[in-house]
């Protein structure tokens, strides 16, 4: 008798089973959890101020080229950063031009990767002039920043992820990412120094 049950759920299991078709699923992508925007000062020791998030940390750049003021802006939850370099112009129009032609070069070497490369001039709520060029496509920078008062003060910054993903997938967390530099560029400011 249990034999025959047995038998029997067997041949009824491998009757139902069988058929639905197998679909397999499509690839999907990370799902990202995107922190409310929310932004603190940074410290006085700088020789500029801004607003930065609060779910971000700052830190020293620690790279071999690295100079007093550099600083990155790390995001734990979207593994990226915001790497911030200024130099001082001191009045030096040629030394402007350099700083802007050494911008403009390092945006420029994402074209091998880049679809498009998108730059606009704008001047920010105080004033400054402003460079800010979206990159599209696979590249290792999707946004990039320059921004100055043409006489003392520069100050270049690149957004990057640390990760393999495809840019369509990292989207939203690029878009948040832009949303928090354009914050950063219309909060800055110089301090006064001697």
């Keep these: 008798m249990k034999l025959n049950f047995f038998a029997v759920l067997i041949l009824v299991v491998s009757m139902t089973s ?11 992508y ?3 959890e995107l922190p409310t925007p929310a932004y603190r000062n940074l410290p006085d020791s700088l020789p500029f101020a801004f607003e930065y998030s609060q ?4 830190l ?4 071999s080229i690295s100079e007093r003021f550099w600083i990155e802006i790390y995001y734990p939850t979207l593994k990226s950063n915001v790497h911030i370099t200024y130099k001082r112009l001191n009045h ?8 802007i032609n050494d911008a403009y070069v390092l945006t420029s070497k994402h074209q091998i990767k880049a679809s498009a490369i998108d730059e606009v ?4 709520p105080s004033g400054k002039t402003a460079v800010i060029a979206e990159l599209e496509g696979d590249v290792p920078s999707q946004f990039q920043f320059t921004v100055t008062d043409s006489a003392e003060n520069f100050i270049r910054g690149a957004l990057y992820f640390n990760t393999k993903v495809a840019s369509d997938s990292l989207a939203p967390a690029i878009e948040y990412m832009k949303k928090d ?3 950063l560029i219309n909060t800055l400011e110089w301090k006064n120094q001697k």
């Design 18 to 28: 069988c058929n639905r078709d197998y679909l397999p699923k499509p690839l999907g």
């Design 30 to 32: 990370n799902r990202l």
């Design 55 to 58: 779910h971000a940390t700052l």
């Design 60 to 63: 020293d750049d620690t790279s």
């Design 92 to 99: 030096d129009e040629k030394l402007l031009k350099e700083f």
């Design 121 to 124: 001039i704008t001047k920010t």
């Design 181 to 183: 530099i354009m914050h």
